[in-house]
T-cell receptor
Framework: GAGVSQSPSNKVTEKGKDVELRCDPI?????LYWYRQSLGQGLEFLIY????????KSGLPSDRFSAERTGGSVSTLTIQRTQQEDSAVYLC??????????FGPGTRLTVL | SQQGEEDPQALSIQEGENATMNCSYKTSINNLQWYRQNSGRGLVHLILIRSNEREKHSGRLRVTLDTSKKSSSLLITASRAADTASYFCATPRGGSYIPTFGRGTSLIVHP
């Protein structure tokens, strides 16, 4: 595809359930970023992948959050035992090094 | 923690007027980027300005950077209703390639 895609676009889950959010970056982009945005707020950095280097996980808010990037392409963000405060829009972006970041449309997560 | 902060938080103008948004940041940077976000979804990259640049143009957009004041401004000239969106500045986190974002300026352009 031409841009970054994310799935699902919307996810409603019950408190305590696990969720997986997927990001397909632009082909060839070596860097991949996950952010989350709560209503009316700025973007909160979560995790950064760059090539084969160890990811920068310093933004993950708790050990319930994890992410992986398989084959240097697709990434999955997993939230275990979801809480209501996890409700937000989760945004993925990719870039070629330090160039412009291209964002996906986001996944809106609602935890009931 | 947030590196950049936009000002004002909200801006409401009439079509045809100019809109100016400001961004202040805390530590030295090698570049600063501006993004637009429509309807709380994906962000669109607008302009990247490097630390050795003072001004950059792209269509109706003009970005300035003053590294001595650690501030940047985004000017949208002859605004249109379609410019209604939130605008964010982003600066690198520490010495990394990770952009950090402020809370944004919400711009409303009335037709």
């Amino acid at each position: 595809g031409a841009g970054v895609s994310q799935s699902p676009s919307n996810k409603v889950t019950e408190k305590g359930k696990d969720v997986e959010l997927r990001c397909d970056p632009i082909s060839g982009h070596t860097a991949l970023y996950w952010y989350r945005q709560s209503l009316g707020q700025g973007l909160e950095f979560l995790i950064y992948f760059q090539g084969n280097s160890a990811p920068d996980k310093s933004g993950l808010p708790s050990d319930r959050f994890s992410a992986e990037r398989t084959g240097g392409s697709v990434s999955t963000l997993t939230i275990q035992r979801t809480q209501q405060e996890d409700s937000a829009v989760y945004l993925c972006a990719s870039s070629l090094g330090d160039s412009s970041r291209y964002f996906g449309p986001g996944t809106r997560l609602t935890v009931l | 923690s947030q590196q950049g902060e936009e000002d004002p938080q909200a801006l409401s103008i009439q079509e045809g007027e100019n809109a100016t948004m400001n961004c202040s940041y805390k530590t030295s940077i090698n570049n600063l980027q501006w993004y637009r976000q429509n309807s709380g979804r994906g962000l669109v990259h607008l302009i990247l300005i490097r630390s050795n640049e003072r001004e950059k143009h792209s269509g109706r957009l003009r970005v300035t950077l003053d590294t001595s004041k650690k501030s940047s401004s985004l000017l949208i000239t002859a605004s249109r209703a379609a410019d209604t969106a939130s605008y964010f500045c982003a600066t690198p986190r520490g010495g990394s390639y990770i952009p950090t974002f402020g809370r944004g300026t919400s711009l409303i352009v009335h037709p």
